[in-house]
């Protein structure tokens, strides 16, 4: 199956040829115009790679950066519940919490009512390490700012959060 290109099933039975005459460059246009998934992971690959530019000295991504605030407010914190907070497959989380935690920045325990399950903690590293992060992500926090302005940021922020309130309760 891998590397095998899979036909996706159609909703309309007509023929592919017929329905293939109808699919032109304007259609497409106007999806890409309009798609949320497509324009908020477009915006969102932007500004992860403005954070991680401004970011780069300190050999960090925006993404661990987020993983360590996240353990520093709500640590410990069990990896399903940071997963949860985060918005992130378990895998991916894994992934990113081992380079962490082999630089120091974070500890991986044993949970304390059950064993089985995995609690994250900020090291003193860690905390060390976001003194020097958090001047730094203030510069690229003013940048976005001043360029959207303090109100639409605002409201950005807002909007943001009520899509992800809407994602997780699309069921």
Known sequence: MKGE???VKSQDSGPVEDRLKTLDSSKCREVARSCACYNLRRAARAVTRLYDD???PTGLRATQISLLMAAKLRGPVTLGK?????VTERT???RNLTVLEKKRFIRIDPGKSDHRERQVSLTRLGEETL???????EKVQSHIEKGLGEDRLGSLLK???EIVHL???SE
């Open 131 to 137: 003194l020097v992060v958090i001047p730094i992500w």
């Open 167 to 169: 994602a997780r309760n």
């Open 5 to 7: 290109a899979r036909r």
């Open 54 to 56: 401004f970011l780069r």
């Open 92 to 94: 991916t989380l894994t």
């Open 159 to 161: 909007d943001l959060s």
């Open 82 to 86: 940071l997963a949860e907070m985060t």
